[in-house]
């Protein structure tokens, strides 16, 4: 068997016949051992019959570059050929082979560039590249495409966004970072101004092209400063942080405008934005002090979107009312309805598609309607869902993330002294309504009653990774930022004058009289949350008391550090008269009883003693709530299981039996 097979050999791979992808899998493997077999299935990316036979040589090359290169066999030489054809390759495949190709081209750079530091003309080689590619240059019949070139970079500069060795106490940036920086991010740097300049003019509209350029420089360089700080990058940072401050003022959250993968690029730019402000502000304080003011101006504004992230209209879809119920077709996603208006403004006598659409919180009557769509639509519909649910994540994302700078700014001296004047409408504005329960909630609560839990009732917050982006949603930050407020101190207070009679000092204890200085949870964020009336048999029907007693207890689940510097009366005085009152009430509130027992679990390990009894009473009559109708009470057992089994552990560890 001859290199001309491999065409055919890679064909085969993708056939739906196990047998055959096995054998042809082996001849592959067989065929792998010619030093000409890389160099094969490099021209087959850029010159391959079809998508489906370069798609398959790539990722055969990926496979066996990550099974060849820092071993033993021949290919682990790596030549100076292999890497300038892979080169050429890199920056003219098309997107779906440049995902897969580049991932060979990550474990190169790892094995040569990182670890040997060598090969000297990748970098001038690419800065030229960049320079004279598609975008950047300008030229009608350009060789080099700037998205595949700055997509290299990207792959470039990723092994050094974390510290090559830890174990050093102050590491120095990188000598190749450092070359990098200079040689193609400083001169990159000042194009991504014009490509601001050009994005932000176009009103109504973006390029995709423009917008996806402007994400792949700032994810090359949120890499680059996410632990180091390139010496040729410092004198850049404001004003690339003004071209960033204009893209997040940019942005959108009202969801009218239109749709396409540009403005998707949009959102996902201002979410890189977000990530540098974080490193910047965690990571480089030297360099971060100057621009804090107008970090924080810029955050404050896009948290207090919070309201419009949890106001959303949902979308359930099935077939015809008759197919419907055959189908079992339920999908559930915001609803845009001028985008709505336009795709469903057509009338055929033909099967219909069946549209049940249940009213935004802002409606002020229960309602619902009905859209007919021909089944011809279907796939257009279908890629509307899912550009809805990208815009709809995408955007809750962005506000989590500006909480969490804000958290981050807020552990600064200078960053606390600019914050603490709006801590008052930052938490009745951004951070409550993000609490408040929406009927996104409930919709979550129906549909995927796990993945409600593990969002909004978690047994620890820290228990969540960055694999699962999803879970990090704009309550968890908020709560998350609650949490950092509540600890901060506030001014100096004569002691009679603290919100609570319960924290003053005793008798003999030191400077008793003098100044001291309360925590602002006791100061703001307590009294803000008392104001909300408890649920009770009068006022039960209120859905606006029903939904802001949710965000309370969403908030006193965020407390438990706060309240753990309290002494045992004030949280027992807490407990008995803001949450156990809930388990006592003659009409079953599910939503809040589950979120009554995560509160009870998190302080699990404050509270008194004298209260374990009353609060194991509470959890063992959840833990046995049935279903009520149509509305499952799963969660309600799950988090009153997930509660006792704290306050069980408390107990052992205090050395209580009961």
């Known amino acids: ?51 489906g036979q370069r798609v398959a040589a790539a990722t055969y090359l990926k496979n066996f570059t990550r099974r060849n290169v820092d071993g033993s066999s021949p290919f682990s030489k790596i030549s100076k050929e292999f890497k300038n054809q892979l080169m050429r390759a890199l920056l003219q495949v098309e997107p779906a082979v440049l995902k897969i190709l580049v991932e060979a081209f990550r474990v190169i750079v790892a094995s040569v560039f990182v670890k040997e530091n060598s090969w000297p003309e990748l970098v001038p080689e690419l800065a030229s590249v960049i320079q004279n590619s598609s975008l950047i240059s300008g030229a009608a ?62 009103h109504g509209r973006t390029e995709a092209e423009t917008e996806r350029t402007l994400l792949l420089v700032c994810k090359c360089t949120y890499l680059a400063v996410r632990s180091h700080m390139p010496s040729a990058l410092a004198p850049l940072l404001p004003s690339f942080c003004c071209d960033l401050f204009r893209i997040l003022g940019s942005l959108s ?176 504005s951004a951070i409550f309504p993000a609490l408040v329960m929406n009927e996104k909630d409930i919709s979550e609560w129906e549909e995927d009653k796990d993945e409600y839990i593990q969002k909004n009732l978690p047994s620890d917050l820290e228990e969540i990774s960055g694999w699962r982006e999803d879970l990090f949603t704009a309550r968890k930050s908020a709560i998350n930022l609650l949490g950092v407020i509540s600890m901060s101190k506030g001014p100096p207070v004569a002691a009679s004058n603290c919100a609570s ?37 009068a006022n039960v029907s209120e859905t606006k008391i029903i939904n802001d007693y949710y965000g309370v207890l969403m908030a006193y689940g965020g407390l438990q550090d706060f309240l753990r510097e309290q002494k045992p009366g004030y949280i027992s005085t807490l407990i008995r008269n803001r949450v156990l009152p809930l388990y006592r009430v003659s009409v079953s509130l599910p939503y809040l009883v589950a979120t009554a027992n995560w509160v009870l679990g ?19 009559k959840a833990l046995a709530m049935p279903d009520m109708g149509d509305v499952s009470c799963y969660p309600v057992r799950v988090s009153a299981a997930g509660a006792i089994a704290g306050l069980l552990e408390a107990l052992v560890e205090g050395g209580e039996v009961m």
């Open 1 to 51: 068997m001859e290199l001309p097979q491999i065409p055919q050999l890679l064909n085969e791979t993708l056939s739906p016949d196990g047998s055959v992808v096995r054998a042809a899998t082996e001849s592959l493997d067989r065929l792998s051992l010619h030093p000409d077999f890389p160099f094969c299935l490099l021209s087959i990316t850029t010159g391959g019959q079809n998508p």
């Open 141 to 202: 019949n350009c060789e080099w495409n700037t998205i595949n070139a700055l997509t290299v970079l990207h792959s470039l500069i990723r092994p050094f966004q974390y510290f090559l060795n830890p174990k050093v106490p102050k590491e120095p940036v990188p000598p190749q970072l450092e070359l990098i920086t200079k040689e193609i991010l400083v001169p990159l740097l000042a194009v991504f101004h014009h490509f601001v300049e050009k994005a932000l003019t176009v």
């Open 253 to 428: 959250f009202d969801h009218m405008d239109p749709l396409g993968e540009g403005y998707l690029l949009r959102l996902k730019t201002g979410k890189r934005s977000l990530l540098i402000f974080c490193a910047l502000v965690t990571r480089h304080r030297k360099f971060s002090d100057k621009l804090m003011p107008d970090i924080i101006n810029c955050v404050l504004k896009i948290a207090a979107h919070s309201i419009k992230i949890s106001n959303l209209c949902h979308v359930t879809v099935g077939l015809h009312r008759g197919q419907a119920m055959m189908h079992n077709v339920d999908v559930c996603i915001p609803f845009r309805p001028h985008i709505g208006a336009a795709l469903f403004s057509v009338q055929e006598p033909a099967d219909i598609f069946f549209v049940s659409i249940s009213p935004c919180l802002k409606f002020s009557h229960p309602c619902n309607f009905f859209i007919l769509l021909p089944l011809g639509y279907i796939i257009i519909y279908t890629v509307f869902l899912f550009l809805m649910q990208k815009l709809d994540f995408l955007s809750e994302r962005v506000v989590s993330l500006a909480f969490n700078v804000i958290s981050h700014v807020l552990e600064t001296g200078p960053g606390w002294r600019l914050v603490s004047p709006n801590f008052s409408s930052l938490l009745e």
């Open 501 to 537: 009679a319960l924290s003053k000092r005793k008798k003999g204890e030191k400077n008793r009289g003098k100044d001291q200085r309360c925590f602002m949870g006791e100061l703001l964020v307590i009294p803000f949350l008392s104001k909300f009336p408890i649920p009770s048999e």
């Open 602 to 620: 998190e302080l699990a390990s404050c509270l008194p003693e004298e209260m374990s009894a009353d609060v194991y009473s509470s959890l063992l």
